[in-house]
Structure formats: C-alpha cells, structure tokens
C-alpha cells in the first residue's frame, strides 16, 4: 500500500515516502528503506518541514545500521 502511496504521488510526499520506509525496514529491507528515507528526507526539507526531517533523520539512522523503527506505544489514559 505504502509503494502504491508513493507512485500515486510521484514520490513527493515526505509522510507516505517515510511510512514506505518503515515498512521495508520492518521486513528487513534495510537498502529500501535507507534509499526510501533519503527520498523521505529531501521531500521534507525541500517542503521546509523542519521537525518532520528530524524524525526521518533519526529514523534513517536506524536503518543505516539495520534496524527497523518501533515507535512507542502512547500510554492509556483512563
């Protein structure tokens, strides 16, 4: 779902390009994921959103040393 994402925009949403990312990085396909991050990144910084390239940034670090992004459970407010 998340290639079609990317091909249905032409690769120029930074969001659907990242969770592209995750997704490779979680079967490990970490060489997808590392080329999908960077394409990720550029977008972001191109479209001058500064905390979304931080978070790819970080998340593209996990890739580079093969190891997928598990983001952290929000907690249940009762």
Do not use: M, N, W
């Amino acid at each position: 779902l998340a290639e079609r994402a990317c091909s249905a925009t032409g690769e120029k949403d930074a969001g659907f390009l990242d969770t592209l990312a995750a997704a490779y990085a979680e079967v490990g396909r970490f060489d997808d994921a590392v080329v999908a991050a960077r394409k990720a990144l550029a977008v972001a910084r191109d479209a001058q959103k500064a905390d979304l390239a931080t978070e790819i940034q970080q998340r593209l670090s996990l890739y580079e040393k093969a190891r997928p992004y598990h983001a952290a459970a929000e907690p249940l407010t009762q």
